[in-house]
């Protein structure tokens, strides 16, 4: 079994900074990739940045120059640094790890349960 633990959300003003911590645990082997997607109310989930193995980084057009991802490999964590933050970067934001499980032969896509973030006056 494979856990994704959030933390680090809640409600900030326009042009304040949150950081978001995810811890993966349980029976891991490897991991190949971990970051950040997120969704608004009446919008579709949405890559915001993702790092791979390897340390290559992607993220999405709207919050480049402004989030900052990084990963601790020792810890299974990945971690999400947001300044500047927006009234449009409010949304519910989930950890995704690609990992495979100890035993297994394949990775599989998992998901944590998802942090609120408002930006808000």
């Known amino acids: 079994q494979v856990q994704l633990v959030e933390s680090g959300g809640g409600l900030v003003q326009p042009g304040g900074s949150l950081r978001l911590s995810c811890a993966a645990s349980g029976s891991i082997f490897s991991i190949y990739a971990m970051g950040w997607y997120r969704q608004a109310p009446g919008t579709q989930r949405e890559l915001v940045a993702i790092v791979i193995s390897g340390d290559s980084t992607n993220y999405a057009d709207s919050v480049k120059g402004r989030f900052t991802i990084s990963r601790d490999n020792a810890k299974n964590t990945v971690y999400l640094q947001m300044n500047s933050l927006k009234p449009e970067d409010t949304a519910v934001y989930y950890c995704?790890?690609?990992?495979?499980?100890?035993?297994?032969?394949?990775?599989?896509?998992?998901w944590g349960q998802g942090t609120q973030v408002t930006v808000s006056k």
């Open positions: 995704y790890a690609n990992i495979r499980r100890t035993g297994g032969h394949f990775p599989d896509a998992y």
